[in-house]
């Protein structure tokens, strides 16, 4: 069966300690500043200047970006003690003189038998609640859901990363009772309350503007907040978003297709009390848009076993198809007949035991499920082509047919991604184009269409649905940070690139010379790098050797006369002033361990 991957939180159940610093006015917020730092020895070369030259960065970027604080007026520090109680490592020299920021990344890379592909948690605390000291362990030993592109990869841990950022921020539980009012700085009421829903107990943050956004989006007014996860282990339960509701939610709890930073986390986040959000850094949503409370309190099967949406829940399992938004290619639940003992009865509908779904987050829902290597605006999603025609992709999408160049290799309806482009011909009406090889089928109307030199047929979805709702262009993550959205497109700043500007420009290798290893799920031998590289041509290699050599001379020249520069530059160069220290408060010693092995979420097989 195939792997779910958790996107999983460690340190979700500990109660960090606090740290007693002065905070600027609750109304006078500034952009966070956020400072990393790097413990990455047990990993490869490759790897570690992805981690800390691509991943990391890019998220704090984005997340810069993306929030207002109150500033911390003093440096953060941290002793030897604190920072093994908090991530096992020992602080490096800046730590222990103080970083001025607002919070501080401790990330590390371990080898971990457990399959788990990340994991992060808060460590301490402002004296307002908010996390300002926490730590993200990626597992060197996962097995990747990724192919031998390096991009492919960069695209699934940077949502990873992304994702764990928002535990340490306060998707977290142990924190939700300290989640303040912005304007008096009082502690809100209990933010969660528990209802019962299709048979089964659910907690519910109730919590302004997360409520009234969801509201008006599901249009459902009568709903109450938003509904957490509740299968899955314990760094799953209470930790995310229901993905019934939610689905590619970029705060649900294991990686899906086209998973999105949405309203409702940045939402979730200035309901905190601590943050400030920046609306536009958020990306929009499809599934159960208008869809009314119904599609929130009933059960996606009715008694018959018929979806009561079907166009968000299917029945075919095992049909290979779309996905609702016509982003990546997707199988309808399971293609496998399975039973298990351990399914919930309220998602028991078949009352046999039957999964619907190889999603264990999903109320057992039978949906068009996807892996993020199969997204069509990816180009390097290119492996799972079935056709030479198909295109990978910005201006791509799928579409569902049977379309082949010869009757005998006639496919069964399957998906295919295809390029594609709409024009608005009147006020409100649409055509959309989508291009096979040399021929351009037009889309009017839902229908199917044949294809002149093809056999088979496209299934031609609403124009007006597609173009406005599911294929409507915006900039992803809102550009990082790193760049300004012009016409729906990202305009990136010098030394970035990509659609969202996620890459930055610091070694040619991630575009040329080298690829990746392709693990295709096997076991990955503990002594070597999970992402381990491959040189394509040791002549490049050589040029690249000598060109540097020669760089290095140069440099050696101009530097021979000059002083000898310090030892031990920290990640973050800051300098020494006057400003009140932070001072980290300790009355429990053993409130502040994290008992890193016992809880993370794993991965489901």
């Known amino acids: ?23 600027t006015s609750l109304t006078d917020r500034t952009n966070i500043r956020i400072a990393a730092f790097y413990y990455l020895e047990e990993a490869s070369p490759q790897v570690q200047k992805t981690i800390s030259e691509q991943l ?22 941290l002793t030897r003690a604190e920072t093994q109680q908090c991530i096992g490592v020992d602080p490096q020299g800046s730590l222990e003189q103080g970083v001025h920021a607002d919070l501080v990344l401790l990330v590390v890379a371990r080898y971990n038998p457990k399959k788990v592909i990340a994991s992060s948690g808060a460590c301490f605390l402002s004296e307002e609640g908010r996390p300002v000291i926490g730590g993200i362990l990626y597992n060197l030993n996962a097995k990747p859901n990724t192919t031998e592109i390096p991009e492919a990869y960069y695209e699934n841990m940077l949502k990873t990363t992304l994702h764990e950022f928002g535990h340490i921020l306060g998707f977290t539980p142990n924190l939700f009772d300290r989640f303040i009012d912005p304007e008096t700085g009082n502690n809100l009421k209990k933010p969660t309350i528990e209802k019962e829903v299709n048979g089964a107990m659910v907690k519910i943050l109730t919590l302004d503007p997360l409520t009234r956004r969801l509201q008006d989006y599901f249009a459902c007014p009568t709903l109450e907040g938003a509904y957490l996860e509740q299968e899955g282990s314990e760094g799953a339960k209470g930790l995310h978003f229901e993905r019934r509701i939610f689905m590619n939610e970029i705060m649900t709890g294991a990686a899906t297709a086209n998973k999105r930073i949405s309203e409702f986390y940045l939402a979730f986040l200035e309901g905190t009390g601590w ?17 009314g409370c119904s599609f929130l309190n009933e059960k996606c099967l009715d008694e018959n076993l018929q979806s009561r949406f079907p166009d968000h829940f299917c029945t075919k399992l095992g049909e290979y198809a779309c996905t609702s938004d016509h982003q990546a290619y997707a199988m309808c639940g399971i293609n496998v007949d ?13 009352q046999n035991g039957k999964l619907f779904t ?7 829902c039978p949906y068009q499920y996807s892996y993020d290597m199969n997204e069509c605006k990816i180009s390097h999603s290119r492996p799972a082509a079935a056709m030479q025609e198909e295109h990978f992709g910005p201006k791509s999408a799928c579409f569902t047919g049977t379309v082949s160049r010869t009757e005998e290799k006639s496919f069964d309806s399957r998906p295919f991604c295809l390029k594609q482009s709409c024009v608005e011909v009147n006020p409100n009406e649409y055509v959309l184009s989508i291009e096979l090889g040399d021929e351009t089928i037009v889309c009017n109307e839902r229908k199917r269409v044949t294809v002149s030199r093809y056999f088979g047929y496209i299934d031609c979805p609403d124009p007006k649905t597609f173009c406005t709702r599911d294929n409507a262009e915006f900039c992803p993550r809102g550009c990082m940070g790193r760049g300004s959205c012009v016409k729906n497109k990202c305009v990136c700043r010098n030394g970035y690139y990509d659609v969202d500007c996620s890459y930055r420009v610091v070694d040619e290798t991630l575009a040329e010379g080298l690829e990746y290893t392709q693990w295709n799920g096997e076991e990955v031998n503990s002594h070597s790098p999970v992402f381990a590289i491959k040189d394509k041509s040791s002549n490049w290699v050589l040029e690249k050797i000598f060109v540097l050599g020669v760089l290095v001379v140069i440099v050696y020249c101009i530097m021979k006369n000059r002083k000898k520069a310090s030892n031990n530059v920290p990640h973050i160069q800051m300098k020494k002033n006057h400003e009140q220290e932070t001072q980290l408060e300790m009355p429990n010693a053993n409130l502040m361990k994290s008992d890193w092995n016992n809880q993370k979420g794993e991965e489901d097989e």
């Open 1 to 23: 069966m195939n792997l779910l991957f958790f996107l999983s939180i460690l340190g979700a159940l500990f109660s960090p300690a606090q740290v007693f610093v002065r905070t």
């Open 56 to 77: 990391v960065p890019a998220a704090i970027a984005y997340y810069q970006a993306a929030l207002k604080v109150n500033r911390l007026t003093g440096p953060i520090t």
């Open 338 to 350: 399975y039973k298990s003992e351990d399914l919930r009865k309220e998602f028991d509908y078949a």
């Open 358 to 364: 190889v999603d264990g987050f999903a109320d057992n």
């Open 275 to 291: 943050y400030t959000p920046n609306y536009e850094m958020s990306e929009p949503m499809t599934w159960g848009k208008g869809k």
